[in-house]
């Protein structure tokens, strides 16, 4: 089982994201590494997770109407203080990681908002500026629509797919703003209509809806799914790490954390039944608590 460095995060020296961040885990010889990127006006991506500037940076407005040229002067806010470290554009990742071995793999998380949405110019971007790293790079996304798009657009970039815009289970009360609105008859979020009432058993309807959400992005060769959805799944009698795997596709469960003494649980639960990866915030921390379970 391999661990993935959410946001790049390699100790606690530089803000996640962060171009230098980025930097540390090359320089650490971490194995994969996640970033978010958004798309920017004229073809670029900025290293951010959130629809807007207020959100994380200096700045102010959509991240989706920023151009690299209105983001110049704009730092990244961490621990709620103005940092010296300046947005990161997706063109200065690809600059820094060409001449390096480490990491195998970048993973770039693909935001997709209403104010900067997956068009096709945007992707074609998106893929003509990792294809310097090869198939050292794979774009995952909630948007299986965007990644029907990449697909076609680049073959052979990699792929990876997070259906919980469709079916997940939400500790958060704060993404209560985001599909899916609903709370199902099997105690899932799901605004399918097969979550509707209760009709067979959980484990019947999540399998029905697993084969469903499989046709919307079967050219994804991981899925990302959250470690307590897939948990609960397994209370439920239905375990998706089997089911993907059976059709040839990975599973990295998201995110487990070791100073969470019941993500260090979960995670050996998942390790267990098969999971390929795992994302957290600290991987050496968590690669010391599950033993020889985890390599990053």
């Known amino acids: 089982m391999l661990l993935i460095h959410h946001a790049a995060r390699c100790g606690t020296v530089y803000p996640p994201g962060s171009l230098s961040a980025l930097r540390a885990c090359a320089e650490a010889r971490a194995r994969l590494v996640e970033v978010d990127v958004q798309p920017l006006a004229g073809g670029d991506f900025a290293l951010l997770h959130d629809a807007l500037l207020e959100e994380g940076t200096t700045g102010h407005g959509p991240v989706g109407l920023q151009s690299t040229r209105t983001l110049e002067g704009v730092y990244l806010v961490w621990r709620g203080q103005p940092t010296g470290e300046p947005v990161a554009l997706l063109s200065q990742v690809v600059d820094l990681l060409r001449a390096r071995p ?14 900067a949405p997956a068009r096709e110019a945007s992707l074609q971007s998106l893929a003509d500026l990792v294809a310097p790293l090869g198939r050292r790079v794979r774009v995952s996304t909630t948007a299986d629509w965007a990644l029907r798009h990449l697909h076609a657009l680049a073959p052979d970039l990699p792929l990876g797919f997070d259906p919980l815009l469709y079916l ?39 399998r029905a809806r ?24 397994l209370d439920d009698g239905f375990d998706w790490i089997a089911f993907l795997h059976g059709r040839g596709a990975l599973v990295a469960a ?12 979960l995670a050996r639960r998942l390790a267990a039944v098969g999971v390929d990866r795992i994302t957290t915030n600290d991987a050496p921390a968590l690669a010391a608590a599950l033993g020889q379970r985890a390599e990053y």
């Open 102 to 115: 480490f990491p195998e793999e970048l993973q770039l998380d693909l935001k997709v908002y209403a104010s």
């Open 254 to 265: 998201w995110t487990l954390d070791a100073t969470e003494p019941a993500h260090v649980d």
């Open 168 to 206: 997940d289970v939400r500790p958060d009360p704060h993404e209560a703003d985001t599909p899916p609105f609903r709370l199902g008859a099997y105690g899932y979020r799901d605004d399918h209509p097969l979550a509707c009432g209760r009709w067979g058993s959980a484990a019947e309807y999540l």
């Open 210 to 233: 697993a084969e469903a959400l499989w046709v919307q992005a079967p050219m994804a060769g991981i899925w990302y799914i959250r470690a307590h959805t897939l948990a609960r799944a």
